[in-house]
């Protein structure tokens, strides 16, 4: 099947007024990526190297967005919406480059399974005309009717053009086609719109290919696979589909989730074997953990590299650029961004670095903070293999902490340390015998005139 080309045609001229978003409805993301792109990806998986994409309403966010997840894609816009066949056509030119397979896919069915196509493509090669995936349901309500005779599928009938009879059928259209290129374009262009809407239906191909003799046969799938997303209802239900499966791959693939339903993976997030996630961790794009690390709860992670056997968290943020170097350690309540935490080195608690390298095996005290923006501008904190910086320290960027160098704590530090240098960088203690006292006197009767009067 390799050999033969395919085209995807994906359907998002929709308005989806129903999301009540001035974004369009196929750039909500699930899983931190647009439903069309997941779309695309599933495509990309079944083997379908070309793609178009139909678009209407949101023009320029849409080819914006495009450029992001699928800059090969051909887009083609669809000023009137008079119906899917009408949508396809749009495709017209790319079409008719002439492919072996056309697959017709709407941007709002985002969980789609790259083997429900690859299934398609293959009916396709056996010599089908049109293959329609269909699924079955009690509640058929709002869905086109699959409606077969000895075996073929014969007709799909949108639910407004049913009979009674008709309506009681629970084999419905996923919306998912696939089409074989040849036939491709004398089928759309015989489609008519003489139906209760009006429109153009791409389902009414199944008949007109039935009545030349053509094979078009119904395939059967789960539910999930032709999921539309119309409403913010919707999209949680299909994001939390997504995070089961992601869960579930992860726990197969020998990672431990304690709670598994309260951890959140992005469409990326890469993590190996035996690292463990405690319950309230979110994953955002761009995260790559190696083996064995130890992901504490409450932690929020993106943009991050994590070596193997690290320890994150409880209630760590990862922020992007983040780039944790084995068995390095990031304790609670310490934000990272832009920085690397280099072998063995710790930042165990209450810290901000950003935009800084903390050497191997340095220690970062609780309270330390990298001071890296003047308002205007970020700089750079560079503390040397094996440093330590002193608890509740201010580290002025631009600034270099010298391999081996030591901060007091509770300094201020504006100038750089040399290796192995000691640096203090906070008013001289004070200590005057007796003085707590007279100043505690002082207070209360100052207090006690202040009652009287
Ligand atoms: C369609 C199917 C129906 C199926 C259901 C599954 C047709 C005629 N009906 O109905 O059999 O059970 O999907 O969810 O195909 N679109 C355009 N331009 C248009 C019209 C639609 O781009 O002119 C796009 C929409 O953005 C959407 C997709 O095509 O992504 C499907 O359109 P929609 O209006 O949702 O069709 P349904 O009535 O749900
Ligand atoms: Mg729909």
């Known amino acids: 099947m390799s050999q033969r080309t395919c085209l995807s045609v994906i359907l998002a001229a929709g308005e989806g007024t129903r999301m009540k978003s001035a974004v369009p409805k196929v750039l909500h993301p699930i899983a931190g990526l647009p439903m069309v792109a997941h779309v695309v990806k599933a495509a990309e998986a079944a083997g379908s190297g ?99 005779k000895g075996g073929k599928l014969i007709a799909i009938r949108e639910e407004k053009d049913c009979t009674d009879e ?28 003489n139906n209760a809407k009006r429109e153009y239906y791409l389902t009414d191909i199944v008949e007109i290919a039935g009545g030349q003799g053509l094979d078009v046969i119904a395939a059967e799938a789960g539910f999930e696979n032709v999921l539309g997303i119309n409403n913010r209802a919707e999209l949680a239900a299909a994001e939390g589909i997504w995070q089961g499966r992601r869960r579930r791959e992860a726990m197969l693939s020998g990672v431990t989730l304690i709670a598994p339903e309260t951890v959140y993976f992005s469409y990326d997030t890469e993590i190996g074997a035996d690292t463990i996630v405690e319950p309230n961790v979110w994953f955002g794009p761009g995260v790559t953990i190696a083996t064995g690390a130890k992901i504490h ?48 080195a710790k930042v165990n608690h209450l810290t901000y670095i950003g935009d800084a390298r903390v ?20 700089f750079f904190t560079d503390i040397g293999e ?68």
């Not at 450029?67 to 816009?77: G, L, T």
């Open 50 to 148: 070309d793609l178009a994409l139909v678009i209407g309403h949101g023009a320029d966010e849409m080819r914006k967005a495009t450029q992001k997840f699928a800059p090969k894609a051909e887009i083609f816009v669809q000023d009137k919406r008079l119906g899917t066949a009408h949508a396809v056509l749009a495709a017209r030119d790319a079409i008719s480059k002439g492919y072996d397979d056309i697959l017709v896919m709407f941007g709002d069915t985002p969980l789609i399974d790259p083997e429900v196509l690859v299934a398609a493509r293959l009916k396709l090669a056996e010599g089908a005309a049109v293959v329609v995936v269909g699924f079955r349901t009690s509640n058929p309500s709002g869905y086109g009717r699959l409606i077969e």
């Open 166 to 193: 008709e309506t009681k059928i629970t084999l419905c259209n996923g919306g998912l086609m696939a089409v074989a290129g040849k036939h491709a374009l004398t089928l759309l262009d015989q489609v008519g719109n």
């Open 297 to 344: 709860a409450f932690s929020h992670i993106e943009g991050a590299t994590i070596a193997s056997n690290c320890d994150v968290g409880p209630y760590a943020r990862l922020r992007p650029g983040s780039d944790l170097r084995q068995k390095a350690k990031v304790g609670n309540f310490c934000e990272v961004k832009q920085a690397v935490i280099e072998e063995g």
């Open 359 to 378: 050497g191997a095996g340095a220690n970062i005290g609780a309270g330390t903070i990298t001071c890296n923006y003047d308002g205007y501008s970020k």
């Open 386 to 453: 094996g440093a330590f910086v002193g608890s509740n320290s201010s580290l002025v960027a631009p600034v270099t902490i010298g391999k081996g160098g030591y901060v007091a704590s509770g300094s201020v530090i504006t100038e750089s340390v040399p290796d192995d240098g000691l640096a203090f960088g906070r008013a001289r203690q004070r200590t005057l015998p007796g003085k707590g006292k007279e100043l505690r006197e002082r207070f209360a009767s100052a207090a006690a005139a202040r009652k009287k009067g």
